[in-house]
Protein backbone atom coordinates (compact mmCIF):
# COMPACT_ATOMS: atom_id res chain seq x y z
CA UNK A 1 0.00 0.00 0.00
CA UNK A 2 2.82 2.24 -0.22
CA UNK A 3 5.34 2.90 -3.22
CA UNK A 4 7.88 5.48 -4.27
CA UNK A 5 8.56 7.06 -8.04
CA UNK A 6 10.87 9.42 -9.26
CA UNK A 7 9.72 11.81 -12.07
CA UNK A 8 11.55 14.62 -14.14
CA UNK A 9 10.07 17.43 -15.68
CA UNK A 10 10.24 18.15 -19.30
CA UNK A 11 10.45 21.24 -21.21
CA UNK A 12 8.17 21.71 -24.60
CA UNK A 13 10.09 22.99 -27.59
CA UNK A 14 6.57 22.66 -29.61
CA UNK A 15 4.31 24.51 -26.65
CA UNK A 16 1.18 23.49 -25.18
CA UNK A 17 -0.87 26.78 -24.27
CA UNK A 18 -4.86 26.30 -24.14
CA UNK A 19 -7.31 24.20 -23.13
CA UNK A 20 -9.65 22.50 -25.32
CA UNK A 21 -12.05 21.14 -22.34
CA UNK A 22 -11.79 23.37 -18.69
CA UNK A 23 -13.24 20.40 -17.47
CA UNK A 24 -11.28 17.49 -18.43
CA UNK A 25 -8.45 19.35 -18.47
CA UNK A 26 -7.77 18.27 -22.11
CA UNK A 27 -5.46 20.52 -24.48
CA UNK A 28 -6.35 22.57 -27.45
CA UNK A 29 -2.69 21.60 -28.97
CA UNK A 30 -0.68 18.56 -29.31
CA UNK A 31 3.14 19.64 -27.83
CA UNK A 32 5.90 18.03 -28.09
CA UNK A 33 8.55 18.29 -25.26
CA UNK A 34 11.85 16.61 -23.99
CA UNK A 35 12.26 14.79 -20.74
CA UNK A 36 15.28 16.06 -18.58
CA UNK A 37 17.54 13.79 -16.43
CA UNK A 38 18.75 15.94 -13.26
CA UNK A 39 15.74 17.62 -11.86
CA UNK A 40 13.85 15.13 -10.06
CA UNK A 41 10.50 14.90 -8.09
CA UNK A 42 10.48 12.23 -5.67
CA UNK A 43 7.51 11.34 -4.53
CA UNK A 44 6.21 8.59 -1.48
CA UNK A 45 2.36 7.60 -1.73
CA UNK A 46 1.52 5.75 1.54
CA UNK A 47 -2.45 4.85 1.01
CA UNK A 48 -2.91 3.59 4.89
CA UNK A 49 -0.30 6.56 6.62
CA UNK A 50 -2.99 9.47 6.51
CA UNK A 51 -5.05 10.41 9.62
CA UNK A 52 -8.27 11.33 8.19
CA UNK A 53 -7.48 13.51 5.21
CA UNK A 54 -4.84 13.34 2.41
CA UNK A 55 -1.85 14.73 3.35
CA UNK A 56 0.85 16.09 1.29
CA UNK A 57 4.52 17.35 2.77
CA UNK A 58 6.41 18.75 0.39
CA UNK A 59 10.07 19.22 0.71
CA UNK A 60 9.56 18.63 4.78
CA UNK A 61 6.45 21.20 4.42
CA UNK A 62 2.90 20.26 4.54
CA UNK A 63 1.44 22.21 1.48
CA UNK A 64 -2.33 22.67 1.18
CA UNK A 65 -2.13 24.60 -2.15
CA UNK A 66 -1.46 21.90 -5.02
CA UNK A 67 -3.70 19.31 -2.17
CA UNK A 68 -7.10 19.57 -4.23
CA UNK A 69 -5.40 18.86 -7.56
CA UNK A 70 -4.09 16.33 -5.45
CA UNK A 71 -6.73 14.85 -4.14
CA UNK A 72 -8.96 15.02 -7.42
CA UNK A 73 -5.78 13.04 -9.25
CA UNK A 74 -6.19 9.93 -6.56
CA UNK A 75 -10.04 9.78 -6.76
CA UNK A 76 -9.14 9.73 -10.76
CA UNK A 77 -7.23 6.65 -10.07
CA UNK A 78 -8.32 4.85 -6.90
CA UNK A 79 -12.40 6.55 -7.08
CA UNK A 80 -13.75 8.64 -4.23
CA UNK A 81 -14.38 6.30 -1.57
CA UNK A 82 -10.86 5.31 -1.09
CA UNK A 83 -9.16 6.07 2.26
CA UNK A 84 -6.35 9.04 3.02
CA UNK A 85 -3.31 8.93 1.26
CA UNK A 86 -0.21 10.34 3.09
CA UNK A 87 1.83 11.58 0.16
CA UNK A 88 5.73 12.91 0.88
CA UNK A 89 8.00 14.39 -1.96
CA UNK A 90 11.28 16.18 -2.40
CA UNK A 91 11.98 18.33 -5.07
CA UNK A 92 15.80 19.42 -6.03
CA UNK A 93 14.54 22.37 -8.36
CA UNK A 94 12.39 25.47 -7.62
CA UNK A 95 8.43 24.88 -7.26
CA UNK A 96 6.07 26.65 -9.22
CA UNK A 97 8.71 28.85 -10.98
CA UNK A 98 8.61 27.96 -14.90
CA UNK A 99 10.36 25.20 -14.12
CA UNK A 100 7.54 22.32 -14.49
CA UNK A 101 7.34 21.40 -11.07
CA UNK A 102 4.19 20.49 -11.50
CA UNK A 103 4.60 17.95 -14.17
CA UNK A 104 7.43 16.05 -12.14
CA UNK A 105 4.47 15.46 -8.89
CA UNK A 106 1.85 14.42 -11.04
CA UNK A 107 3.49 12.20 -12.94
CA UNK A 108 5.23 10.74 -9.83
CA UNK A 109 1.88 10.82 -8.16
CA UNK A 110 0.02 8.44 -10.59
CA UNK A 111 3.29 5.91 -11.15
CA UNK A 112 3.54 5.69 -7.02
CA UNK A 113 -0.35 5.68 -6.50
CA UNK A 114 -0.60 2.73 -9.42
CA UNK A 115 2.35 0.89 -7.34
CA UNK A 116 1.01 1.33 -4.26
CA UNK A 117 -2.66 0.06 -5.08
CA UNK A 118 -1.34 -2.43 -7.38
CA UNK A 119 -3.81 -0.92 -9.94
CA UNK A 120 -1.60 -2.61 -12.78
CA UNK A 121 -2.78 0.49 -15.33
CA UNK A 122 -0.71 0.86 -18.42
CA UNK A 123 1.58 3.61 -19.26
CA UNK A 124 -0.57 6.11 -21.11
CA UNK A 125 -3.57 5.66 -19.06
CA UNK A 126 -1.42 7.02 -15.99
CA UNK A 127 -0.59 9.77 -18.81
CA UNK A 128 -3.87 10.29 -19.25
CA UNK A 129 -4.69 10.73 -15.14
CA UNK A 130 -1.10 12.60 -15.03
CA UNK A 131 -2.78 15.17 -17.91
CA UNK A 132 -6.13 15.55 -16.06
CA UNK A 133 -4.38 17.24 -13.34
CA UNK A 134 -2.27 19.31 -15.27
CA UNK A 135 -1.68 19.17 -19.04
CA UNK A 136 2.18 18.95 -19.27
CA UNK A 137 2.45 16.07 -16.84
CA UNK A 138 1.17 13.55 -19.21
CA UNK A 139 4.62 13.70 -20.85
CA UNK A 140 6.91 13.24 -18.14
CA UNK A 141 5.49 9.61 -18.24
CA UNK A 142 8.06 9.28 -21.01
CA UNK A 143 11.62 9.63 -22.05
CA UNK A 144 13.84 11.45 -24.11
CA UNK A 145 11.48 13.59 -27.33
CA UNK A 146 7.59 13.25 -26.58
CA UNK A 147 5.10 13.86 -28.25
CA UNK A 148 1.61 14.69 -27.00
CA UNK A 149 -1.50 14.44 -29.49
CA UNK A 150 -4.70 15.50 -28.59
CA UNK A 151 -7.95 13.23 -30.23
CA UNK A 152 -11.74 14.22 -29.79
CA UNK A 153 -11.71 11.90 -27.03
CA UNK A 154 -8.72 12.29 -25.19
CA UNK A 155 -4.71 12.73 -25.27
CA UNK A 156 -2.38 10.58 -26.96
CA UNK A 157 1.38 10.44 -26.00
CA UNK A 158 4.75 8.47 -27.11
CA UNK A 159 8.13 8.44 -26.89
CA UNK A 160 9.28 10.21 -30.69
CA UNK A 161 13.32 9.40 -30.12
CA UNK A 162 14.68 8.13 -26.87
CA UNK A 163 16.71 9.87 -24.47
CA UNK A 164 19.54 8.35 -25.68
CA UNK A 165 19.49 8.24 -29.20
CA UNK A 166 19.93 12.01 -29.76
CA UNK A 167 21.80 13.43 -26.87
CA UNK A 168 21.37 16.77 -26.10
CA UNK A 169 21.84 19.30 -22.98
CA UNK A 170 19.97 21.77 -21.59
CA UNK A 171 21.62 24.27 -18.97
CA UNK A 172 18.25 26.55 -16.91
CA UNK A 173 19.15 29.63 -16.61
CA UNK A 174 17.17 30.55 -12.83
CA UNK A 175 16.36 34.31 -13.08
CA UNK A 176 14.29 34.93 -10.42
CA UNK A 177 13.26 32.40 -7.41
CA UNK A 178 9.81 32.14 -5.94
CA UNK A 179 6.46 31.30 -7.13
CA UNK A 180 4.88 32.53 -10.37
CA UNK A 181 1.75 35.55 -10.13
CA UNK A 182 -0.38 33.79 -11.89
CA UNK A 183 -0.61 30.15 -12.98
CA UNK A 184 -0.40 28.34 -16.36
CA UNK A 185 -3.82 27.42 -15.97
CA UNK A 186 -5.33 30.66 -15.18
CA UNK A 187 -3.10 32.54 -17.63
CA UNK A 188 -3.91 29.68 -20.63
CA UNK A 189 -7.97 30.96 -20.13
CA UNK A 190 -7.31 34.72 -20.19
CA UNK A 191 -5.33 33.84 -23.26
CA UNK A 192 -8.24 32.28 -24.54
CA UNK A 193 -10.51 34.74 -23.57
CA UNK A 194 -8.64 37.81 -24.74
CA UNK A 195 -5.71 37.62 -27.14
CA UNK A 196 -6.68 38.22 -30.69
CA UNK A 197 -3.97 35.95 -31.42
CA UNK A 198 -5.21 33.05 -29.50
CA UNK A 199 -6.84 31.20 -32.76
CA UNK A 200 -4.34 31.56 -34.84
CA UNK A 201 -2.19 30.01 -32.40
CA UNK A 202 -4.04 26.85 -31.92
CA UNK A 203 -4.80 26.95 -35.98
CA UNK A 204 -0.89 27.19 -36.68
CA UNK A 205 0.09 24.36 -34.00
CA UNK A 206 0.09 21.18 -36.61
CA UNK A 207 2.93 22.76 -39.15
CA UNK A 208 5.35 23.30 -35.87
CA UNK A 209 4.62 19.75 -34.58
CA UNK A 210 5.30 18.30 -37.94
CA UNK A 211 8.60 20.12 -38.60
CA UNK A 212 9.46 19.64 -35.04
CA UNK A 213 9.01 15.87 -35.28
CA UNK A 214 10.52 15.59 -38.61
CA UNK A 215 13.23 17.54 -37.18
CA UNK A 216 13.55 14.91 -34.40
CA UNK A 217 13.76 12.15 -36.48
CA UNK A 218 16.28 13.92 -38.66
CA UNK A 219 18.38 14.84 -35.70
CA UNK A 220 18.18 18.17 -37.41
CA UNK A 221 19.73 20.44 -34.76
CA UNK A 222 18.90 23.90 -37.28
CA UNK A 223 15.53 22.54 -37.95
CA UNK A 224 14.30 21.53 -34.45
CA UNK A 225 16.04 25.07 -32.66
CA UNK A 226 14.06 27.23 -35.44
CA UNK A 227 11.02 25.29 -35.04
CA UNK A 228 11.26 25.73 -31.03
CA UNK A 229 12.36 29.33 -30.89
CA UNK A 230 9.16 30.35 -32.99
CA UNK A 231 6.81 28.46 -30.93
CA UNK A 232 8.09 29.90 -27.85
CA UNK A 233 7.99 33.43 -29.04
CA UNK A 234 4.39 32.74 -30.76
CA UNK A 235 3.20 31.61 -27.52
CA UNK A 236 4.47 34.71 -25.81
CA UNK A 237 3.19 36.84 -27.90
CA UNK A 238 -0.41 35.32 -27.67
CA UNK A 239 0.28 36.11 -23.45
CA UNK A 240 1.39 39.73 -24.23
CA UNK A 241 -1.75 40.15 -26.35
CA UNK A 242 -4.03 39.24 -23.59
CA UNK A 243 -5.79 41.79 -21.34
CA UNK A 244 -3.98 42.48 -18.72
CA UNK A 245 -1.23 41.05 -20.52
CA UNK A 246 0.64 38.27 -19.35
CA UNK A 247 4.29 38.84 -18.90
CA UNK A 248 6.51 36.25 -16.98
CA UNK A 249 9.40 37.52 -18.49
CA UNK A 250 12.52 39.61 -16.66
CA UNK A 251 15.52 41.36 -17.98
CA UNK A 252 17.57 38.73 -16.97
CA UNK A 253 15.30 36.34 -19.52
CA UNK A 254 15.79 38.82 -22.52
CA UNK A 255 20.00 39.06 -21.79
CA UNK A 256 19.94 35.57 -21.95
CA UNK A 257 17.68 35.13 -25.26
CA UNK A 258 20.56 37.87 -26.38
CA UNK A 259 23.45 35.23 -25.38
CA UNK A 260 22.08 32.75 -27.58
CA UNK A 261 21.65 34.53 -30.40
CA UNK A 262 25.39 36.14 -30.04
CA UNK A 263 26.12 32.05 -29.43
CA UNK A 264 24.29 31.17 -32.79
CA UNK A 265 26.01 34.08 -34.33
CA UNK A 266 29.25 32.62 -33.42
CA UNK A 267 28.18 29.40 -35.04
CA UNK A 268 27.31 27.69 -31.98
CA UNK A 269 24.47 24.95 -32.00
CA UNK A 270 22.32 26.16 -29.64
CA UNK A 271 18.40 27.58 -28.99
CA UNK A 272 16.32 29.12 -26.29
CA UNK A 273 12.60 27.69 -24.96
CA UNK A 274 11.27 30.25 -22.08
CA UNK A 275 7.97 28.80 -20.08
CA UNK A 276 5.52 30.22 -17.90
CA UNK A 277 8.13 31.61 -15.21
CA UNK A 278 11.24 34.24 -16.63
CA UNK A 279 13.87 31.14 -16.53
CA UNK A 280 15.12 30.70 -19.93
CA UNK A 281 16.31 26.78 -21.23
CA UNK A 282 19.47 26.65 -23.13
CA UNK A 283 19.35 23.46 -25.85
CA UNK A 284 22.77 22.35 -27.44
CA UNK A 285 24.49 19.77 -28.31
CA UNK A 286 26.85 18.10 -25.62
CA UNK A 287 30.18 18.61 -26.76
CA UNK A 288 29.90 22.48 -25.99
CA UNK A 289 27.66 22.40 -23.51
CA UNK A 290 30.65 23.34 -21.33
CA UNK A 291 31.14 26.58 -23.12
CA UNK A 292 27.18 27.39 -23.19
CA UNK A 293 27.41 26.65 -19.33
CA UNK A 294 29.42 29.02 -18.65
CA UNK A 295 28.56 31.78 -20.89
CA UNK A 296 24.55 31.45 -19.60
CA UNK A 297 26.45 31.37 -16.14
CA UNK A 298 27.96 34.58 -16.78
CA UNK A 299 24.80 36.14 -18.20
CA UNK A 300 23.88 39.83 -16.92
CA UNK A 301 20.89 38.65 -13.76
CA UNK A 302 20.75 34.82 -14.13
CA UNK A 303 20.57 33.92 -10.66
CA UNK A 304 21.80 30.39 -11.10
CA UNK A 305 22.32 27.85 -13.46
CA UNK A 306 21.39 23.78 -13.59
CA UNK A 307 22.30 21.41 -16.33
CA UNK A 308 21.10 18.39 -17.24
CA UNK A 309 20.71 15.92 -20.11
CA UNK A 310 17.64 14.14 -21.43
CA UNK A 311 15.60 11.58 -18.78
CA UNK A 312 13.25 8.57 -18.75
CA UNK A 313 10.30 8.80 -17.87
CA UNK A 314 8.65 8.69 -14.41
CA UNK A 315 8.65 4.92 -12.88
CA UNK A 316 9.07 3.27 -9.49
CA UNK A 317 12.25 3.61 -7.86
CA UNK A 318 11.11 1.43 -4.07
CA UNK A 319 7.96 0.16 -2.15
CA UNK A 320 8.77 2.87 0.89
C1 LIG B 1 4.10 27.08 -20.76
O1 LIG B 1 0.75 21.88 -17.80
O2 LIG B 1 1.23 23.75 -16.19
O3 LIG B 1 4.84 25.09 -19.70
O4 LIG B 1 -2.70 21.87 -17.60
O5 LIG B 1 -3.19 24.04 -16.49
O6 LIG B 1 -1.65 22.39 -15.38
P1 LIG B 1 -2.19 22.95 -16.68
O7 LIG B 1 -0.97 23.67 -17.41
P2 LIG B 1 0.57 23.29 -17.44
O8 LIG B 1 1.02 24.23 -18.65
C2 LIG B 1 2.28 24.18 -19.23
C3 LIG B 1 2.47 25.36 -20.11
C4 LIG B 1 3.87 25.57 -20.61
C5 LIG B 1 4.06 24.94 -21.98
C6 LIG B 1 4.22 23.44 -22.01
O9 LIG B 1 4.75 22.84 -21.05
O10 LIG B 1 3.87 22.86 -23.05
Known amino acids: MRATAIAQPNIALVKYWGKAD ?3 NLPAVGSLSITLDALTTTMTVDLQGAGRADELILNGQINHKIMPRVSACLDRLLGKNRGPAAIRSECNFPIAAGLASSAAAFAALVVATNAAADLSLDKLSLARAAGAASGSAARSLYGGFVELSVTPEDIAVESVVEENAWPLDVIVAVNAHGPK ?3 SGEAMQLSAQTSPFYDRWVKSQDVDLAAARTAVLERDFSKLAEVSEHSCLKMHSVMWGSRPPVVYWNAA ?3 CMESVRQMQCDGLDVFFTVDAGPQVKVICLPEIADEVHSIVR ?7 TMRTALGQGARVVGDG
Do not use: E, K, P
Open 22 to 24: ILR
Open 298 to 304: GTDGVLS
Open 253 to 255: TIA
Open 181 to 183: AMS
